[in-house]
């Protein structure tokens, strides 16, 4: 794919191809991550310092701890990316950066560095919207190529968007209170677990019966979702129990059951509506075992079915390079500013 991109700081039209190396910047949460990646698609070098253990403690990222983390770690993680791909700025065909949704004063440390580089070697920026950097996780070591549906479930996020093309993106449906990965983190902390306690719940899942308890599904039109009912109910279920005796096990994998078929049965009525061929996962909660499961069953149906590797579901930079590479990004101007809300 070639592709003409003009950006007002440099003024100049960059053709991007298979031979183009984006370096990209992500710093929206609580991830301090830098990648270059090759035409879109080849990860060449991919470093994150995660700040988990630091907001342990505290049970939830603290916006102002995480900032000053990012500032912290935000030099270390570049250089440790030009020393891992043998390369220097020099090299480096674009520079890209998250602008948003995100915490602001996290967003500002990477943009701001990655604004700097361009600046510094004179190239081209690209500025990336967090969503799309997620769904472009599955372009990378992948040849998937715009028309799909795409699940998109993160800790801020859950959305099914049809993907026309590059530059068509439509939501055409989302979540009307919580968030997938935001309900796994409340459910977690509910029976215990410490944040981020999606991973946690879902290795506890693994080991319960998720037919144990059977949870309310959230009867929304179209392709919405609600999953506030849901988290009232297991927190009922939890108090219904004495405390030593809670069965956490059953309890996560039925929670996980619910909202595992609650996602299957919208995304297949949206692909048997729009007739698409190609079904695309992606987010932090890309990364559950019973979701991935459950979608990837649509393959003996004939559907293509792609999701990022691990590594690539929760936030990374890998994925905003890759977005910067395919997608017809808004935010093409050094002068952009970084955005809270999507
Ligand atoms: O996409 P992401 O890194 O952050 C946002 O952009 O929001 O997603 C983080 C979310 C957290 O809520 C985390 O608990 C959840 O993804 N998550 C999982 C799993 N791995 C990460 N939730 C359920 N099961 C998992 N295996
Ligand atoms: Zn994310």
Do not use: W
Request: proline residues 4%; negative net charge; hydrophobic residues 40%.
């Amino acid at each position: 794919m070639n592709k003409l991109k003009k950006t007002l700081f440099s003024n100049k039209h960059i053709e991007l191809d298979k031979n183009s190396l984006i370096m990209a910047i992500e710093s929206s949460c609580d991830e301090t991550a830098c990648a270059i990646v090759k035409g879109g698609r080849e990860v060449v070098a991919n470093v994150v310092a995660s700040q988990i253990k630091i907001h342990e403690e505290y049970g939830g990222v603290i916006p102002e701890i995480a900032a000053r983390e990012h500032l912290e770690a935000i030099n270390v993680v570049i250089n440790e990316t030009f020393k891992q791909a043998g390369v220097s700025g020099k090299d480096i065909t674009a520079f890209a950066g998250t602008v948003g949704p995100g915490l602001v004063g996290c967003l500002l440390v990477g943009l701001n560095a990655a604004k700097t580089l361009a600046l510094v070697y004179d190239k081209p920026f690209i500025g990336v919207n967090h969503l799309n950097a997620h769904l472009a996780a599955n372009f990378i070591d992948t040849e998937l190529e715009p028309p799909f549906i795409s699940l998109l479930v993160s800790g801020g996020h859950t959305q099914i968007i049809k993907v026309d093309s590059y530059s068509d993106l439509n939501i055409i449906g989302e979540t009307i209170d919580d968030a997938v990965g935001e309900a796994y983190d409340k459910v977690a902390r509910l029976i215990g677990l410490p944040y981020p306690g999606g991973p946690k719940l879902d290795k506890l899942a693994q080991e319960g019966n998720p037919f144990a308890f059977k949870l309310p599904q959230a009867k929304v039109g179209g392709y919405d979702f609600s999953f506030s009912g849901l988290k009232t109910a297991v927190l009922r279920l939890v108090k219904s129990f004495d405390e030593k005796e809670i069965p956490t096990k059953d309890i996560c994998a039925s929670f996980q059951e619910c909202v595992s078929e609650t996602l299957y049965k919208k995304v297949k009525s949206a692909i048997n509506e729009t007739k698409y061929k190609q079904v695309v996962l992606a987010g932090g909660v890309a990364a559950n075992s019973e979701i991935r499961k459950k979608i990837f069953s649509l393959k003996d149906e004939g559907f293509l079915v792609y999701a990022p590797a691990m590594k690539y579901c929760t936030d990374n930079a890998s994925m905003v390079a890759a977005a910067a590479y395919f997608f017809n990004n808004t935010f093409d101007d050094v002068n952009v500013e970084v955005f809270s809300r999507a």
